[in-house]
């Protein structure tokens, strides 16, 4: 065992594929001899060489583009995108190949490409640096879509991500690159995607989360308790496939959900997790289930994030509302 940030255990899963398959390869824009501009790569070029890992343009349906068609070859590219807000001008190349390439030639052909982003706010970044869209790939059938919130999964689910044969969006919160840190396996392990994590056991209210929030509902479930209310807290870790089965079972247990995220509200992951409530568990239900989340517009510039991200305190706010209603 050795003590990971997410930043360090994200390296050291890539490294390790980098080792074991020749097949894999690492690009995208500053990846190579920077490393990346968070680092996540650093130093993975001098170990592997610049055929292995290497800068690409600054073009990022380029970068996805290439990636299809390595994977189509038999590679295994991990590709990165810097921000996930820059990966818009890809979409085309995600949307309307990446994640059809299977059913277009009937299973003749697969692209297992893993499209790494960094995504979140709450870092005082510029304008499209602080996206939380992944309710964009999670709605685009073909496409599995991860996010971590912990060393120990980052490093279990990017290295599943990239054995996989299916297409996958690896979005990294980076608000949390480097404030959390616990003891991760150096050798080499795999997380399931597709499934959900009870991190905590409750009876009165079911708390669904995931990324960067998973931490902020552990803050806000720690003055729940003083105040009496036991809460059940599930780490999604897969946007989609979603793990229906954990959340129903903890929705019938508890009667209650409050879904916490950065996304905007309307017509996003916390909608489907209202779905799944009233489909799987209504009659289970004591109380409305509950969205935190972001608001609809645009993620402020740095002078007023603060009044869009989920604290510690809304969802307190709202965990004891839906506990007493």
Request: with cysteine; charged share 25%.
């Amino acid at each position: 065992m050795k003590i990971m940030n997410i930043v360090k255990s994200i390296n050291n899963a890539l490294d390790l594929m980098l080792r074991e398959n020749n097949k894999v390869v690492v690009y995208g824009e500053d990846v190579g001899v920077e490393g990346g501009v968070f680092r996540v790569t650093e130093d993975l070029q001098k170990k592997h060489g610049v055929e292995r890992v290497f800068d690409s343009p600054l073009a990022e349906s380029t970068i996805v583009g290439s990636a299809i068609g390595m994977a189509i070859a038999g590679y295994r590219p991990v590709v990165e995108i810097q921000f996930s807000g820059f990966a818009y001008p890809a979409l085309d190349q995600i949307i309307s190949h990446m994640a059809r390439m299977r059913n277009r030639t009937r299973g003749k052909f697969t692209s297992p490409v893993v499209v790494r982003m960094p995504y979140g706010g709450g870092i005082n970044a510029l304008e499209m640096h602080s996206e939380s869209m992944e309710a964009f790939y999670a709605h685009t059938p073909g496409l599995k879509v991860v996010i971590p919130s912990t060393p120990y999964d980052a490093k279990g689910l990017l290295i599943s991500a990239i054995e996989s044969d299916d297409p996958i969006i690896f979005m990294e919160p980076k608000r949390i690159y480097r404030a959390i840190k616990q003891e991760v396996p150096e050798e080499k392990y795999a997380i399931p995607i597709g499934k959900a994590k009870v991190l905590k056991k409750g009876n009165d209210v079911t708390m669904i989360a995931y990324g960067a929030m998973i931490r902020e509902c552990q803050k806000a479930i720690v003055m729940a308790e003083k105040e009496g209310v036991d809460v059940e807290l599930i780490d999604l870790r897969t946007i989609y496939p979603l793990d229906k089965e954990t959340i129903a079972d903890s929705i019938k247990k508890t009667g209650r959900v409050v879904f916490v995220a950065e996304e905007p509200t309307s017509f996003g992951v916390g909608s489907e997790i209202m779905a799944l409530a009233n489909e799987e568990a209504f009659l289970s239900l004591e109380a409305p289930p509950k969205r935190v989340t972001g608001f609809d517009t645009i993620v402020p510039y740095p002078q007023g994030e603060h009044f869009y991200m989920q604290t510690p305190e809304k969802i307190l706010f709202e965990l004891l509302e839906t506990a007493r209603f």
